[in-house]
T-cell receptor
């Protein structure tokens, strides 16, 4: 069964600290993995997209890694800010259909305290 | 910031009412999607469209219907709302003809059916 599991479910950190969010998936075949940030009451916004051949990609203070062999990805946030408080969603796309079906994780709820 | 809009942002209605959730995008994207998301849960695809006059049901069964008469417009209709329809509805769009296409999400409509 194709699944995307994220951990931890929620995380609280102090402003300025770093953190790492995890994503494990069983989706096969694999096309690409995306990390989205979703602020409360808003739609998700894309942070990074990585294909099979990419093992790291950065977007400002966000750095995503991908290990396609172990089917794991992580999102590292550096020097966290209050505005980083949001849900971070891992999304995996397969190659099995013309739609390129997306499998969504439930997200990690990150709270940054001052 | 993506140019995709949803109205209304919040809607509280009584059981049995007919409602239409609006979604418009100004990016000229061919692909459009409707997702349903409950709090703390993953997004579920309920409808998608590859272009004008093209609509398909997604992975999650839904009593809603959609239409795609114009490229930029993808409304979702519930003929008779029920409390089980209470959820957040997210619209998204993406360009065609890309191997890895980023989906751009609207801000969502939070629907409450009493």
């Amino acid at each position: 069964k194709n699944q995307v599991e994220q951990s931890p479910q929620s995380l609280i950190i102090l402003e300025g600290k770093n953190c790492t969010l995890q994503c494990n998936y069983t989706v096969s075949p694999f096309s690409n993995l995306r990390w989205y940030k979703q602020d409360t009451g808003r739609g998700p916004v894309s942070l990074t997209i990585m294909t099979f051949s990419e093992n790291t990609k950065s977007n400002g203070r966000y750095t995503a890694t991908l290990d396609a062999d172990t089917k794991q990805s992580s999102l590292h946030i550096t020097a966290s800010q209050l505005s980083d408080s949001a849900s971070y969603i891992c999304v995996v796309s397969d190659r099995g259909s013309t739609l390129g079906r997306l499998y969504f994780g439930r997200g990690t709820q990150l709270t940054v305290w001052p | 910031e993506a140019d995709i809009y949803q109205t209304p942002r919040y809607l509280v209605i009584g059981t049995g009412k007919k409602i239409t959730l609006e979604c418009s995008q100004t990016m000229g994207h061919d692909k459009m999607y409707w997702y349903q998301q409950d709090p703390g849960m993953e997004l579920h695809l309920i409808h998608y469209s590859y272009g004008v006059n093209s609509t398909e049901k997604g992975d999650l069964s839904s009593e809603s219907t959609v239409s795609r008469i114009r490229t930029e417009h993808f409304p979702l209709t519930l003929e008779s709302a029920r409390p089980s329809h209470t959820s957040q509805y997210l619209c998204a769009s993406s360009p065609r003809d890309r191997e890895v296409d980023t989906q751009y999400f609207g801000p969502g409509t939070r629907l409450t059916v009493l």
